[in-house]
C-alpha cells in the first residue's frame, strides 16, 4: 500500500522538510529583526515542502491503479519528472538570490546577476530542446544548478574572511545554511550524474542512492531546524549583532 511505502522510505525527511519550514516561521517571528532575506529562504522551504507533497502522485497512483487519477494514465503527466525539473531551476534561482543579497562587494553581485539570467535562460533552453522535461531528472540542471551555487557560497566565504563577521560565524544563519548546501550538494551530486542507472535493471545503485540521499536530508535538515533554533534564540541578547545585516 502507498502508505507503507511512505512511511517505510520517506516519513522521517518528510517530517524532518516540514520541520526546517516550520522552525524557519519560528525564526521571522522571534528574530528582531531577521536577517537580511531570511523569509526568502523560509519561503523556499515552503516550497520544498509544497513539491514533496505533490512529488507523492506518481506513486500513489501505482499503489491504487490510478484509481483516483484515471486521467493521468499514460499520459506526459504520469511521472512526476515536469515537477521536479521546474523547481530544480525555481529552487536554485531562490537561493542565488539569497546569497547575492549577502555579498558586500558590487562587483560579485552583479556578476551573479548575470550568471542567474544565464542559469534560467540555458536550464529551460535544455527542456525544451531535449526529452527530459517529462522523462527524467534533468542533470544539466543539477550539475550546473549546483557548480554556481558552490561557486557563490564560496565568494561567500571569502568575504566572510576578510571581514569581522568571521568572529561571529557560529551566530549567522548564512553561515549554516551555506554549511547545508555546501556538504549536501556535494555528496549528493555524483550520483545526479549517473543518475541513469537509477533503473530496477539495477537495484544496487537505486539501494545506494537513495540510502546517502536520505542520510544528507537527514543532516540537512535537522543543520536547519537547528540552526534557526540557535539564531532566533541569539538575535536579542546579542546587541551588536546587526552589523551582520545587510540593507
Known amino acids: 500500500m502507498f502508505l507503507d511505502y511512505f512511511i517505510e522510505n520517506f516519513l522521517i525527511v518528510y517530517l524532518l522538510e516540514i520541520g526546517a519550514a516550520l522552525a524557519g516561521t519560528y525564526y521571522l517571528r522571534k528574530a528582531s529583526p531577521p536577517v537580511a532575506y531570511s523569509w526568502l529562504f523560509v519561503v523556499y522551504l515552503w516550497l520544498v515542502v509544497l513539491v514533496e507533497t505533490l512529488g507523492f502522485y506518481p506513486a500513489f497512483n501505482y499503489f491504487n491503479d490510478f484509481a483516483y487519477m484515471p486521467f493521468l494514465k499514460d499520459s506526459v503527466f504520469e511521472r512526476n519528472s515536469w515537477l521536479y525539473n521546474s523547481f530544480k531551476i525555481v529552487g536554485f534561482i531562490i537561493l542565488y538570490i539569497f546569497f547575492i543579497t549577502h555579498l558586500q562587494n558590487k562587483n560579485s553581485q552583479r556578476i551573479f546577476t548575470w550568471v542567474t539570467v544565464f542559469f534560467l535562460l540555458s536550464a529551460v533552453l535544455n527542456l525544451i530542446l531535449t526529452d527530459v522535461f517529462f522523462e527524467r531528472s534533468s542533470a544539466y540542471s543539477f550539475v550546473t544548478g ?27 544563519l548564512v553561515f549554516y545554511i551555506s554549511v547545508g548546501l555546501l556538504l549536501w550538494h556535494v555528496t549528493i551530486t555524483p550520483l545526479f550524474i549517473y543518475n541513469k542507472y537509477f533503473t530496477s535493471a539495477s537495484p544496487e545503485f537505486v539501494k545506494l542512492h537513495s540510502t546517502i540521499l536520505n542520510i544528507c536530508n537527514y543532516f540537512l535538515y535537522s543543520l536547519y531546524i537547528i540552526a534557526f533554533i540557535i539564531c532566533a534564540s541569539n538575535k536579542k541578547s546579542t546587541p551588536n549583532f546587526t552589523h551582520f545585516i545587510k540593507h
Request: cysteine-free; overall charge positive.
Open 146 to 172: 549546483t557548480f554556481i551555487l558552490l561557486t557563490l557560497i564560496f565568494v561567500y566565504y571569502f568575504e566572510l574572511l576578510k571581514s569581522d563577521k568571521i568572529l561571529y560565524f557560529y551566530k549567522s
